[in-house]
């Protein structure tokens, strides 16, 4: 089975490289952009009827740090 | 509006990024790990009526190197 974590920092945490994609952005000449942020994406592969408990306790232990990000699981 | 572009790398692309999340989750006592690919979701803010065309201009010159990765636009 498959599984994607997507883990981004959380609100209010400075995204220094959110901010540099937005200041490249513009200097390419990229209008309209009000606002970048950036963050990861783990895909798994996972033995058949991995419980979903056990891809957040991956996130909680490994793949995200929690005290400035969050994460969100998905199983495809 | 808000969109976001997931980006991966190619797959046959090496990914030791990967490689190395893989080889934390069994030291950490996961089983049932068979792969881990890692790659970037950039989320962005854009002025409405922003066109998916756009966004993806951004991606081939900015966001992703198109050589070994390949991106996914979603428009939220």
Redesign the interface.
Same mark, same amino acid.
């Given at each position: 089975m498959k599984a994607r974590v997507?883990v981004?920092l959380k609100p209010g945490v400075l995204d220094p490289q !959110?901010r540099a @994609?937005h200041h490249? =952005?513009n200097g390419?000449g990229? *209008?309209? #952009?009000? !606002?970048?942020?950036?963050?990861? #994406? @783990?895909?798994?592969? =996972?033995?058949d009827g991995?419980p979903t408990a056990?891809i957040e *306790?991956?996130a909680r232990? =490994? =793949?995200a740090n929690t005290v400035i990000e969050t994460f969100r699981v998905e199983t495809l």
């Amino acid at each position: 089975m498959k599984a994607r974590v997507t883990v981004t920092l959380k609100p209010g945490v400075l995204d220094p490289q !959110g901010r540099a @994609i937005h200041h490249a =952005l513009n200097g390419l000449g990229f *209008d309209g #952009v009000e !606002g970048v942020r950036q963050g990861k #994406v @783990i895909e798994l592969d =996972l033995a058949d009827g991995t419980p979903t408990a056990a891809i957040e *306790d991956m996130a909680r232990k =490994l =793949l995200a740090n929690t005290v400035i990000e969050t994460f969100r699981v998905e199983t495809l």
